[in-house]
Structure formats: C-alpha cells, structure tokens
Nanobody
C-alpha cells in the first residue's frame, strides 16, 4: 500500500522557518516526482512547489525565493523548506505523488504563522 507520511509543520512567528517532510513507501519519489499543495481556510487548494521526475523544480510566485523543494533519494523523502513565513502562508500543507494510475496524498501538516503570543508558561527555579 502506497503511503505518504508528512511531518514538520508547526506554529511560528512571521519570518520564521520550518522544514516539511514527505516520506514515501512503495513508490520511488525520484521517479514519480512530487508536488506540495496548501489550502488556507476558506480558500481553494493551490500548488506551492513541485519536483519533477527529471529533477526540475518550480514554485508558485507567492512563495518563490522563500520556499525550496528538495529530495533525498536515499530516504525516499521530499522536503519543503519554508523560510520567511508570513501570516498568509498559514494553511494545511499536503504532499502529492502520482504513481501508475494512482494519485496519492499525504495526511496534511498544518503551518500557522502568527505574531500572537502564547499564554505563557511558568518556570520556577529553586534551590
């Protein structure tokens, strides 16, 4: 059974960075290529970046220069390095690969970009 397992999302402040991973089983990403998509609340899913089977990459204009897609064939994993995050990058991110007649999706990973502070957590150091 083909599986794409995503990881690496999280909550960051504007300007922050994250590295998303999409690890594949039962397909070879260096042959199939991979595409990252995202879907923000109330918006349609959009292509973010793609890695073709011949090693070419492309990215959406909105993320070009900030997001980089890359591959580790030894780990059969594709990465999306996201730098300079903006609140507008907040979305669920999905990896997608097409293999044979199949169209496979990762389970999604959430990126939230916000300058809001958390509620705080108390740390007490005492002797």
């Amino acid at each position: 059974q083909v599986q794409l397992v995503e990881s690496g999302g999280g909550s960051v402040q504007p300007g922050g960075s994250l590295k998303l991973s999409c690890a594949a089983s039962r397909i070879t990403l260096s042959i199939s290529g991979m595409t990252w998509y995202r879907q923000a609340p109330g918006k349609q899913r959009e292509l973010v970046a793609a890695l073709t089977s011949d090693g070419r990459t492309n990215a959406a204009d909105s993320v070009n220069g900030r997001f980089t897609i890359s591959e580790d064939p030894a780990r059969n994993t594709v990465y999306l390095l996201v730098n300079g995050l903006k609140p507008g990058d907040t979305a669920r991110y999905y990896c997608n690969a097409r293999w044979g007649k199949g169209d496979y999706w990762g389970q999604e990973t959430q990126i939230t970009v916000s300058s809001d502070w958390g509620q705080g957590t108390q740390v007490t150091v005492s002797s």
